[in-house]
């Protein structure tokens, strides 16, 4: 079965980078659409950014023009860079295959906290 193994989180200040590593094994990347999700505290699950093989990113409002998604086929890895944080990105960040709305692989990895705060 797949697996999601997300990392690179921790705490930073209001107006601070990180950036997320997702590493993937069980099933090669390079034919699936790679998305990044985040839970905050008493809020569902949402999709934050996505890009498919083509390279056609997807961004949500909130972090348009701030996070930045990219994937290597070859290393079986996908990233989030995150500039210009804000308090309202704190959240428990995951990665996941995304093959329509709310529709994963159903196996989720422990995520990574990320913590914006002064």
């Known amino acids: 079965q797949v697996q999601f193994v997300e990392s690179g989180g921790g705490l930073v200040q209001p107006g601070g980078s990180l950036r997320l590593s997702c590493t993937v094994s069980g099933s090669r990347i390079s034919n699936n659409v790679m998305a990044w999700y985040r839970q905050a505290p008493g809020k569902q699950r949402e999709l934050v950014a996505s890009i498919p093989s083509n390279r056609l990113m997807y961004y949500a409002d909130a972090v348009k023009g701030r996070f930045s998604i990219s994937r290597d086929n070859s290393k079986n890895i996908a990233y989030l860079q995150m500039n210009s944080l804000k308090p309202e990105d704190t959240a428990v960040y995951y990665c996941?295959?995304?093959?329509?709305?709310?529709?994963?692989?159903?196996?989720w990895g422990q995520g990574t906290q990320v913590t914006v705060s002064s």
């Open positions: 996941n295959y995304h093959y329509g709305p709310g529709v994963t692989s159903g196996y």
